[in-house]
T-cell receptor
């Protein structure tokens, strides 16, 4: 059974850097086609894909947020870490970790989501 | 980024209605279009992938069609548990989502 769980701060101040961790189990990230990514959803708004990390090291970022995002794999801990710099109140959202297989962005497995609020 | 536009943004329906939601892409994405259902406070759930393939375990009252730039999600006979928000998502390039369609009780 594949599980993903997001962890990180619930509140950050404007201009700070957000670091979120996705801890996963039930699959090996080294296997062909695996990917882990981040999707966010501001309250009452639509979903937005932020970043994806693939089994072979490829990374894919939202074009509009590329300059603020970084996604990395902590292999020894079965974790994927997302950092987002220069946080703004408009970045207040629920941040989801997602898992894809076969090099496809079809996300059957999702984390429960982590609400991050940005205010001073 | 590839832009996806869903219509309508919301609709009101009753149990038993046939419901159709449209998703239009800003460029040709072949069949690489997925549909998700999201209930309040929950993570999205994939219903259809590759435009028309039903995800394992999803009821057959959901169906998808389309190719290129225009796609549809159809619920053949709306049930109480289907009142939710539906999103299309393209997996042709860096993934993007539509703005969502909320299906509400009439």
């Amino acid at each position: 059974q594949i599980t993903l769980k997001e962890s990180g701060p619930t509140v950050v101040k404007p201009t700070q850097t957000l670091t979120l961790t996705c801890s996963f189990s039930g699959f090996s990230f080294a296997n062909y086609g695996m990917s882990v990514g981040w999707v966010r959803q501001p309250p009452g708004e639509a979903l937005e894909c932020l970043a994806l990390l693939y089994w072979d090291g490829r990374k894919d970022y939202s074009a509009s947020l590329r300059d603020r995002l970084s996604i990395t794999h902590a292999a020894s801990k079965s974790q994927v870490v997302l950092t987002m710099t220069n946080m703004d109140p408009l970045d207040t959202a629920t941040y989801y970790c997602v898992h894809g297989q076969l090099d496809r962005s079809i996300w059957v497995a999702w984390g429960q989501g982590a609400l991050v609020s940005v205010f001073s | 980024d590839i832009q996806l536009t869903q219509s309508p943004s919301s609709l009101s329906a009753v149990v038993g209605d046939r419901v159709t939601i449209t998703c239009r892409s800003s460029q040709n994405i072949n069949i690489w279009l997925n549909w998700y259902q999201q209930r309040p406070g929950k993570a999205p759930k994939v219903l259809i992938y590759d435009a028309s393939t039903l995800q394992s375990g999803v009821t057959s009252r959901f169906s998808g069609s389309g190719f290129g730039t225009e796609f549809t999600l159809t619920i053949s006979s709306l049930q109480a548990e289907d009142f939710a928000t539906y999103y299309c998502q393209q997996s042709y390039r860096t993934p993007t989502f539509g703005q969502g369609t909320k299906v509400e009780v009439k």
